[in-house]
């Protein structure tokens, strides 16, 4: 007979908002602002001069407000129902929502200026150059000046600086491709670096220097001091062009190190990394897809109408409308692949499912199952339900999963049999 013990965090908001989540809803609204003022100069202007090109323009720039205010919209939501219970997980997924709905969006606009391109490829009709172009011009100015304002300042790219010297290093001297940010470090000997190593193995620190360098003659040892002040001592052994810790390292891989070379010493500071796309905000990223997507286009028809224009190239338009499509249609695919991923709850991170198994089944227990999905930007749940083969409680293993990155929301279940007393408290 088993006896089981199953305990969920203490209660706590769940409130999964990424990062600078009203700080990007601020610029979203002055975005539709501008957009919408926009909007309203083109279709005025036109039906006051009688340019049917510029009405259409400004229509066209309603639709780009629409998807800008569908994303809005989701950011506010969001902030507002944030502690509302009703929502079991929180309101962090309704930024993937409007980034899903805007990626549809972006499919059917792609498929209509491809179904225009066609048509007009087919069945060419006059183009008033002196109108057309100013007017692209001037969308191209509107669409780079939004999109400055939704990603200023704010660091779209989804690498992870720590502050402390890392560099990203897949050559280290012998070919070897540790999957990891390394550390170099100068010795009298040449100079060395250092990653730890975890792609599908248990992890450990790999060393290994540059080609001329003979630090392979030399004394190696690491020594990590965690926070607790707690010390555990690292022996290297010589691989096939590189050296490897004969230990495992426990989770968390945050500490301090010292790396010794013979008789020298050298500090260094490693930090837990979130290897997935967890803090990306996929309602930022599809307002930026749309005002990006439309620059694009705007490039391509402007290039289009001045190759018309001076050479004759009728042609040309419709073509530049072709790959304005295919672009923008290459974008929407992946944006609804993220965000349809998110949506249905599939794992977002197997390397931080591998990290779960190698962290509770260290000791020899074995995970029997394990549930992680996306609660919102950053933010990630997991259920993990564990075979345990020791009388340790449910509070020891939470205090060892929190400390892996991303995870925000924790549910424990512990099964063990019934003749391994429970710890006592």
Known sequence: MDNQQTRRAPAHDHVFLGEGHERNERRTWFVIVLCGIMMMIEIVGGLLYGSIALVADGLHMSTHAGALLLAALAYTYSRKYAHDDRFGFGTGKFGDLAGFTSAIVLVMIALLIGYESVSRFLAPVPIHFGEAI???????????????????????HHGHGHGHGHENSHDDGEGEDHGEEAQRIDTPSGQISIAIFEDGVPPRFRLSGLASSPVGDLDLQIETIRPDGRRQSFAMAARDGYWESRDEIPEPHAFAAKVMVGAAAYDLTFEEHDHGDHSRDNNMRAAVIHVIADAAVSVLVIVGLFLAKVFGWLWMDPIAGLIGAVV???????LVRDTGAILLDMNPDRRLAARVRQTVEAEGDHV???HIWRLGPGHLGAIVSIDAASAHDVDYYRKRLQQLPSISHLTVEVRRSASIAPASS
């Open 328 to 334: 923008i249609m290459s974008w929407s695919y992946g």
């Open 134 to 156: 100013p007017i692209a011009v001037l969308g191209l100015c509107v669409n780079l000046a939004s999109a400055w304002l939704l990603s200023g300042g704010h660091d779209h």
């Open 368 to 370: 029997d199952d394990l």
